[in-house]
């Protein structure tokens, strides 16, 4: 057991959950060190968790007419704990060479996530349970498994229907397929942890939607992230020191990036009432009117001027705005 995250025992279970995320803290900061994420990092789950914390205490008053304030309590930390928690495992398809752009089996990440996550409670429970703690203090098993939930509910696929003439998404189309599912769920953790993941856009807007975006373009492609950092392309002359690409190369691969953000955009709109069909009407109401307030046309109107999307756009303005949309990130490159 690893004491150095706690040094009191707990007197209610959310100090017991902010004993875990002092855990789930300091294991995203060194999975960050080990693997070179600037998108999977501590910044980004601690959106998550604030977007989740918002969405959570917007439909509290609802979800409060079927559930005890106590359950309600537990939940909602439960919500941060997954939220904080749901990247802290980064897996990289092994097979792509270095030259190649990293890939994520689909689902291993958030798998190995919520094990590793789960095994760190078991232990914890087990210490705590020799201090002759309330039992509500611990980890109960029905939480454990609304954990393993919410942390899978998170995985991303690309939709097989994507691109039919019958359907409005784009062949590149990703998805949460839990947000999908018709079966009950075991609680409204889930769907809040999968809704706050990908809700960059919808509830903090275009210029975190953009700098996401393009963070997670340079986490898979580090070549790029040393490009955009280092200055080794010299904008202003149109020289570039890389010898793995060429500039017809590199202009290609950022305008597909640009237009995958625009689509991707679009996506988050058109699937939002899909997304949210399985919370009650009310809640539903107050998704669409007091939190998700970025997904109209006037916003993707805004995103398409902003991103440099054109045939004609040069290299240099597609660096720059590379640059500029992330300067604040540039140090984690």
């Not at 209610?12 to 060194?30: D, G, H, K, M």
């Not at 960050?32 to 501590?42: F, Q, S």
């Not at 807007?205 to 992230?225: K, M, P, S, T």
């Not at 953000?261 to 399985?278: T, V």
């Amino acid at each position: 057991m690893e004491h150095k995250y706690w040094n009191q025992k707990p007197s209610s279970f959310a100090e017991t959950v902010e004993l875990v995320e002092n855990y789930v803290r300091a294991q995203i900061r060194q999975e960050v060190k080990n693997k070179r994420l600037c998108y999977h990092n501590l910044t980004h789950a601690l959106a998550v968790k604030r977007r989740a914390s918002i969405i959570f205490g917007a439909i509290k008053p609802i979800l409060s007419q079927k559930h005890s304030a106590e359950k309600l309590q537990r939940w909602e930390s439960l919500t941060d704990l997954c939220a904080i928690a749901h990247d802290m495992v980064q897996l990289f398809d092994s097979s792509i060479s270095a030259h190649q752009p990293r890939k994520h089996l689909i689902g291993l990440s958030e798998i190995q996530t919520a094990n590793k996550l789960l095994q760190y409670i078991q232990n914890l429970n087990q210490e705590l349970s020799t201090h002759h703690l309330n039992s509500a203090v611990l980890f109960s098993d029905f939480d454990q498994l609304i954990i393993r939930d919410a942390i899978t509910a998170t995985i991303c696929k690309n939709d097989p229907q994507a691109g039919q003439a019958s359907y409005t998404f784009s062949v590149h189309s990703i998805y949460q397929p839990y947000l999908y599912e018709s079966d009950a769920k075991i609680s409204v953790v889930g769907s809040i942890v999968a809704l706050a993941d990908l809700g960059a856009l919808g509830i903090d807007g275009v210029d975190q939607y953009i700098q996401d975006g393009i963070l997670v373009f340079l986490e898979n492609n580090l070549a790029y992230g040393k490009l955009i950092a280092d200055d080794c392309f010299l904008v202003n002359q149109q020289q570039s020191c890389y010898d793995w690409a060429d500039e017809n190369q590199i202009k290609d691969k950022l305008i597909a990036m640009t237009r995958f953000m625009f689509s991707f955009a679009q996506e988050r709109r058109s699937r939002f009432e899909l997304e949210i069909a399985g919370f009650a009407p009310q809640a539903r109401q107050i998704l669409r009117d007091k939190i998700f307030l970025h997904l109209s046309p006037e916003v993707i109107n805004k995103i398409k001027a902003r991103l440099p999307i054109q045939e004609n756009v040069s290299l240099a303005e597609l660096i720059n705005f590379l640059r500029d949309s992330i300067n604040s990130n540039l140090d984690i490159l």
